[in-house]
Protein backbone atom coordinates (compact mmCIF):
# COMPACT_ATOMS: atom_id res chain seq x y z
CA UNK A 1 0.00 0.00 0.00
CA UNK A 2 1.62 3.36 -1.26
CA UNK A 3 2.39 5.75 2.10
CA UNK A 4 3.33 9.34 1.53
CA UNK A 5 4.79 11.29 4.21
CA UNK A 6 5.31 14.65 4.55
CA UNK A 7 7.15 16.60 7.26
CA UNK A 8 6.94 19.21 8.87
CA UNK A 9 3.09 19.03 9.40
CA UNK A 10 3.17 22.54 11.31
CA UNK A 11 5.78 24.97 10.33
CA UNK A 12 5.84 28.98 11.62
CA UNK A 13 8.17 31.17 9.88
CA UNK A 14 9.01 34.57 9.45
CA UNK A 15 8.56 37.08 6.31
CA UNK A 16 11.67 37.09 4.32
CA UNK A 17 13.18 33.37 5.56
CA UNK A 18 13.23 30.35 3.20
CA UNK A 19 12.44 26.88 4.39
CA UNK A 20 11.62 23.60 2.69
CA UNK A 21 8.94 20.93 2.99
CA UNK A 22 9.75 16.93 2.57
CA UNK A 23 7.31 14.71 1.01
CA UNK A 24 8.30 11.11 0.87
CA UNK A 25 6.48 7.89 -0.27
CA UNK A 26 6.75 4.30 -0.28
CA UNK A 27 6.31 3.08 -3.76
CA UNK A 28 7.44 3.46 -7.32
CA UNK A 29 5.03 6.26 -8.87
CA UNK A 30 5.61 8.39 -12.33
CA UNK A 31 3.72 11.19 -11.11
CA UNK A 32 3.72 13.63 -7.81
CA UNK A 33 1.61 16.55 -7.04
CA UNK A 34 1.98 19.45 -4.94
CA UNK A 35 -1.68 21.20 -4.25
CA UNK A 36 -2.20 24.52 -1.92
CA UNK A 37 -5.33 24.40 0.35
CA UNK A 38 -6.52 27.60 1.81
CA UNK A 39 -8.88 27.15 5.22
CA UNK A 40 -12.11 25.64 4.23
CA UNK A 41 -11.30 25.65 0.60
CA UNK A 42 -11.23 23.32 -2.45
CA UNK A 43 -7.31 22.03 -3.75
CA UNK A 44 -5.57 24.31 -6.15
CA UNK A 45 -2.84 22.38 -8.17
CA UNK A 46 0.62 24.25 -7.70
CA UNK A 47 3.05 21.54 -9.37
CA UNK A 48 2.56 18.35 -10.92
CA UNK A 49 6.20 16.56 -11.47
CA UNK A 50 6.91 13.77 -13.49
CA UNK A 51 10.35 12.69 -13.93
CA UNK A 52 13.34 12.22 -11.82
CA UNK A 53 14.86 15.54 -11.47
CA UNK A 54 12.04 17.74 -12.55
CA UNK A 55 12.54 20.92 -11.11
CA UNK A 56 9.36 23.67 -11.37
CA UNK A 57 9.55 27.04 -10.39
CA UNK A 58 6.38 29.70 -9.96
CA UNK A 59 7.28 32.79 -7.86
CA UNK A 60 8.50 31.86 -4.61
CA UNK A 61 8.03 27.97 -4.63
CA UNK A 62 10.21 25.50 -6.37
CA UNK A 63 8.98 21.86 -6.11
CA UNK A 64 11.47 18.88 -7.18
CA UNK A 65 11.19 15.52 -7.67
CA UNK A 66 13.70 12.51 -6.88
CA UNK A 67 12.10 9.18 -7.95
CA UNK A 68 15.34 7.39 -6.77
CA UNK A 69 14.99 8.54 -2.92
CA UNK A 70 11.19 8.59 -3.71
CA UNK A 71 11.39 12.14 -1.87
CA UNK A 72 9.91 15.61 -3.49
CA UNK A 73 10.42 18.79 -1.66
CA UNK A 74 8.77 22.08 -1.66
CA UNK A 75 10.72 24.88 -1.28
CA UNK A 76 10.03 28.30 0.47
CA UNK A 77 12.32 31.59 -0.72
CA UNK A 78 11.44 35.07 0.96
CA UNK A 79 8.41 33.71 2.85
CA UNK A 80 5.12 36.17 2.54
CA UNK A 81 2.16 36.65 4.57
CA UNK A 82 0.26 35.00 1.38
CA UNK A 83 1.71 31.90 1.38
CA UNK A 84 0.00 30.88 4.76
CA UNK A 85 -2.03 28.30 4.03
CA UNK A 86 -1.95 23.76 3.93
CA UNK A 87 0.37 22.46 1.52
CA UNK A 88 0.00 18.62 0.20
CA UNK A 89 1.82 16.25 -1.43
CA UNK A 90 -0.09 13.74 -3.51
CA UNK A 91 1.33 10.90 -5.41
CA UNK A 92 -0.63 8.42 -8.35
CA UNK A 93 -0.24 4.96 -7.28
CA UNK A 94 0.01 3.79 -11.17
CA UNK A 95 -2.03 1.05 -12.91
CA UNK A 96 -4.96 2.28 -15.20
CA UNK A 97 -6.64 4.81 -12.40
CA UNK A 98 -4.88 8.02 -11.11
CA UNK A 99 -6.25 7.91 -8.08
CA UNK A 100 -4.05 10.31 -5.41
CA UNK A 101 -2.33 9.73 -1.96
CA UNK A 102 -2.12 12.04 0.07
CA UNK A 103 0.16 13.30 2.60
CA UNK A 104 -1.30 14.82 5.84
CA UNK A 105 -0.13 18.06 4.62
CA UNK A 106 1.65 20.48 6.03
CA UNK A 107 0.55 23.76 8.03
CA UNK A 108 2.46 27.06 6.94
CA UNK A 109 2.16 30.21 8.68
CA UNK A 110 3.97 32.99 7.52
CA UNK A 111 4.32 35.72 10.25
CA UNK A 112 5.43 39.21 9.81
CA UNK B 1 -11.85 28.53 -10.61
CA UNK B 2 -11.28 24.92 -11.58
CA UNK B 3 -14.62 24.35 -14.05
CA UNK B 4 -16.03 21.58 -11.22
CA UNK B 5 -18.94 22.34 -9.90
CA UNK B 6 -20.30 20.81 -6.78
CA UNK B 7 -23.54 20.92 -4.76
CA UNK B 8 -24.66 21.90 -2.90
CA UNK B 9 -22.02 23.74 -0.65
CA UNK B 10 -23.12 22.63 2.76
CA UNK B 11 -24.89 19.81 3.89
CA UNK B 12 -26.27 19.30 7.87
CA UNK B 13 -28.40 16.42 8.58
CA UNK B 14 -29.10 13.86 10.97
CA UNK B 15 -27.31 10.92 11.87
CA UNK B 16 -29.30 7.59 10.43
CA UNK B 17 -29.92 9.86 7.31
CA UNK B 18 -29.30 9.41 3.41
CA UNK B 19 -27.63 12.38 1.53
CA UNK B 20 -26.78 12.68 -2.07
CA UNK B 21 -23.85 15.24 -3.48
CA UNK B 22 -23.68 16.49 -7.21
CA UNK B 23 -20.47 16.94 -9.15
CA UNK B 24 -20.34 17.98 -12.39
CA UNK B 25 -16.66 17.69 -13.97
CA UNK B 26 -15.26 19.74 -16.50
CA UNK B 27 -16.15 19.87 -19.98
CA UNK B 28 -14.92 17.00 -21.56
CA UNK B 29 -13.40 15.42 -18.62
CA UNK B 30 -14.70 11.62 -18.67
CA UNK B 31 -13.01 10.63 -15.02
CA UNK B 32 -14.71 11.90 -12.01
CA UNK B 33 -12.81 10.90 -8.59
CA UNK B 34 -14.21 11.43 -5.23
CA UNK B 35 -12.34 12.25 -2.15
CA UNK B 36 -13.20 12.68 1.56
CA UNK B 37 -11.60 15.25 3.76
CA UNK B 38 -11.35 14.81 7.53
CA UNK B 39 -9.37 15.90 10.34
CA UNK B 40 -8.82 13.03 11.79
CA UNK B 41 -8.31 10.80 8.28
CA UNK B 42 -7.35 13.59 6.52
CA UNK B 43 -7.62 13.69 2.22
CA UNK B 44 -9.05 10.25 1.54
CA UNK B 45 -9.50 8.59 -2.30
CA UNK B 46 -13.09 7.24 -2.48
CA UNK B 47 -14.08 6.40 -5.53
CA UNK B 48 -13.47 7.02 -9.19
CA UNK B 49 -15.88 6.68 -12.53
CA UNK B 50 -14.57 6.91 -15.90
CA UNK B 51 -17.19 7.37 -18.67
CA UNK B 52 -19.81 5.77 -16.39
CA UNK B 53 -17.98 2.39 -15.35
CA UNK B 54 -16.38 2.40 -12.01
CA UNK B 55 -12.71 2.57 -12.48
CA UNK B 56 -11.33 1.96 -8.61
CA UNK B 57 -12.01 1.97 -5.04
CA UNK B 58 -10.82 3.42 -2.38
CA UNK B 59 -11.39 3.58 1.38
CA UNK B 60 -15.20 3.87 0.81
CA UNK B 61 -17.36 1.92 3.45
CA UNK B 62 -20.82 0.15 2.30
CA UNK B 63 -23.14 2.84 3.51
CA UNK B 64 -21.32 4.93 0.40
CA UNK B 65 -22.36 4.88 -3.07
CA UNK B 66 -21.76 6.79 -6.28
CA UNK B 67 -22.29 6.54 -9.95
CA UNK B 68 -21.54 8.16 -12.92
CA UNK B 69 -24.76 9.05 -15.36
CA UNK B 70 -24.71 9.71 -19.06
CA UNK B 71 -23.78 13.28 -19.47
CA UNK B 72 -20.47 12.68 -17.16
CA UNK B 73 -22.29 14.03 -14.14
CA UNK B 74 -21.68 11.86 -11.11
CA UNK B 75 -23.39 11.79 -7.20
CA UNK B 76 -22.14 10.01 -4.00
CA UNK B 77 -24.77 8.61 -1.97
CA UNK B 78 -24.12 8.24 1.79
CA UNK B 79 -26.66 6.76 3.82
CA UNK B 80 -26.93 5.65 7.51
CA UNK B 81 -25.06 8.75 8.02
CA UNK B 82 -22.77 8.43 11.45
CA UNK B 83 -21.33 11.75 13.39
CA UNK B 84 -17.79 10.51 11.87
CA UNK B 85 -18.85 10.78 8.68
CA UNK B 86 -19.04 14.65 9.13
CA UNK B 87 -16.29 15.79 6.43
CA UNK B 88 -15.61 18.03 3.21
CA UNK B 89 -16.18 15.76 0.25
CA UNK B 90 -14.71 16.93 -2.71
CA UNK B 91 -14.99 16.17 -6.38
CA UNK B 92 -12.44 16.09 -8.84
CA UNK B 93 -12.24 15.36 -12.34
CA UNK B 94 -9.44 14.81 -15.12
CA UNK B 95 -9.07 15.07 -18.96
CA UNK B 96 -9.50 11.76 -21.08
CA UNK B 97 -6.47 12.49 -23.04
CA UNK B 98 -3.21 14.29 -21.68
CA UNK B 99 -4.09 17.49 -20.85
CA UNK B 100 -0.57 19.23 -21.44
CA UNK B 101 1.19 16.06 -20.89
CA UNK B 102 -0.48 15.24 -17.19
CA UNK B 103 -3.43 13.56 -16.01
CA UNK B 104 -4.07 16.45 -13.91
CA UNK B 105 -6.94 16.42 -11.30
CA UNK B 106 -8.74 19.83 -10.88
CA UNK B 107 -10.95 19.53 -7.61
CA UNK B 108 -14.44 21.24 -7.14
CA UNK B 109 -15.18 23.56 -3.98
CA UNK B 110 -16.41 20.72 -2.08
CA UNK B 111 -19.80 19.87 0.22
CA UNK B 112 -19.08 20.40 3.45
CA UNK B 113 -21.17 17.41 5.48
CA UNK B 114 -22.31 18.32 9.00
CA UNK B 115 -24.08 14.62 10.65
CA UNK B 116 -25.88 15.97 14.00
Known amino acids: ELKVEQNPLFLSMQEGKNYTIYCNYS?????LYWYRQDPGKSLESLFV?????AVKQEGRLMASLDTKARLSTLHITAAVHDLSATYFC????????????FGKGTLLTVNP | DSGVTQTPKHLITATGQRVTLRCSPR?????VYWYQQSLDQGLQFLIQ???????AKGNILERFSAQQFPDLHSELNLSSLELGDSALYFC???????????????FGPGTRLTVT
Open chain 2, 49 to 55: YYNGEER
Open chain 2, 92 to 106: ASSASKRDRGVYEQY
Open chain 1, 90 to 101: AVVSGGSNYKLT
Open chain 1, 27 to 31: TTSDR
Open chain 2, 27 to 31: SGDLS
Open chain 1, 49 to 53: LLSNG
